[in-house]
């Protein structure tokens, strides 16, 4: 069974920062893609960013030039830097896998960030 679970979420101020990260329970090489969602009250889930398991990244035009995705194999973990965060950051971050070998996608249980004005 694979598990990932995010931490470091919580309450900043607008123009703080924070780090999330997402530990697996398993080799994040075994994923193809791993990736950062959330889902602010009364929205859908979004994507945020995600990286590839070469390094290639893509983001979200709203969080462009504020987030940067990373990993480290090492330690079977990805992160999530959020800069300049405004209010409108304000959601549960959730971390996704795609398992290179079945296509199955692994979700998190979710982390809350709140932004306050």
């Known amino acids: 069974q694979v598990q990932l679970v995010e931490s470091g979420g919580g309450l900043v101020q607008a123009g703080g920062s924070l780090r999330l990260s997402c530990a697996a329970s398993?080799?994040?090489?075994?994923?193809?893609?791993m990736g950062w969602y959330r889902q602010a009250p009364g929205k859908q889930r979004e994507l945020v960013a995600a990286?590839?398991?070469?390094?290639?990244?893509n983001y979200a035009d709203s969080v462009k030039g504020r987030f940067t995705i990373s990993r480290d194999n090492a330690k079977n973990t990805i992160y999530l830097q959020m800069n300049s965060l405004k209010p409108e950051d304000t959601a549960v971050y959730y971390c996704?896998?795609?398992?290179?070998?079945?296509?199955?996608?692994?979700w998190g249980k979710g982390t809350l960030v709140t932004v306050s004005s």
């Open positions: 398993r080799s994040i090489d075994n994923f193809n893609t």
């Open positions: 990286i590839t398991s070469g390094g290639s990244t």
């Open positions: 996704k896998g795609t398992w290179r070998w079945s296509g199955m996608d692994y």
